[in-house]
């Protein structure tokens, strides 16, 4: 008893035709199809990105690293200079102007 029967899909159709208009439902199908098409291109896309970046690269076979003569560590460590905050561009945006035609209480 949930389900639409045919005759509420007419009755559905028919209010759809009513309130758009036969001339617009053709051209919001044109732009939904439209729309789709780019849709599905811009997740092919993603895809292929997020292929080409996991792609399997051959490992590199293990090896040591050349030996190094221990080396004493510095006397003091060099100290960085205090980072700097960075700065917040803010523009001021002004309160529109009031309507004079405006009849509703402020």
Not at 2 to 12: C, D, K, R, T
Not at 38 to 55: C, G, M, R, S, Y
Not at 73 to 86: D, K, R
């Amino acid at each position: 008893m949930g389900a639409l029967q045919p005759w509420h899909w007419i009755i559905l159709l028919l209010v759809v035709v009513i309130l758009f208009g036969s001339k617009r439902l053709p051209d919001a199908a044109r732009s939904l199809g439209k729309s789709m098409r780019i849709f599905k291109t811009e997740v092919k896309e993603l895809q292929a990105d997020h292929k080409a970046d996991t792609a399997v690269t051959p490992a590199q076979p293990a090896q040591a690293p050349p030996a190094q003569p221990a080396q004493a560590p510095p006397a003091q460590p060099a100290q960085a200079p205090p980072a700097q905050p960075a700065r917040v561009h803010s523009e001021r945006v002004e309160p529109p102007a009031s309507n004079p035609t405006d009849n509703r209480p402020a």
